[in-house]
């Protein structure tokens, strides 16, 4: 589902809002990561208009998002959570959440979703 800017304002308003009703439980230690992406994190990526979860069907290799990645940044193997991918096919860019040098070279890639 495509989201206009009002909708996706909204929706990610609504997330901050849930969390900070719930603030304690989501930060006690018992509160796990999974839990943190299934209610928070993807539904955040979905409110940019990211197909977190495949509602397309693409090919693995047409996929927008690939959690749990296996990427090569600067010659070493990562597994970021989530990695953005923008274009067709394989050799397309990459942007993973996570690396560093993801937001300094995201506005001079042409066409990429700043999120």
């Known amino acids: 589902m495509s989201h206009t800017f009002d909708q996706s304002k909204d929706a990610i308003a609504r997330l901050v809002e849930h969390f900070a009703v719930n603030r304690n439980a989501y930060l006690a230690p018992h509160y796990k990561e999974a839990h943190a992406r299934q209610e928070f994190i993807d539904p955040f990526?979905?409110?940019?208009?990211?197909?977190?979860?495949?509602?397309?069907?693409?090919?693995?290799?047409?996929?927008e998002v690939v959690v749990e990645d296996s990427l090569e940044i600067e010659g070493q193997a990562k597994a970021p959570d989530y990695a953005?991918?923008?274009?067709?096919?394989?050799?397309?860019?990459?942007?993973?959440?996570?690396?560093?040098?993801?937001?300094?070279?995201?506005?001079?890639?042409?066409?990429?979703?700043?999120?």
């Open 45 to 63: 990526f979905e409110a940019l208009n990211w197909d977190v979860h495949n509602h397309q069907h693409a090919a693995p290799d047409y996929r």
């Open 84 to 115: 953005f991918r923008v274009g067709r096919g394989r050799g397309r860019t990459r942007a993973a959440a996570g690396d560093d040098r993801f937001h300094g070279q995201a506005d001079r890639w042409a066409g990429v979703r700043v999120v």
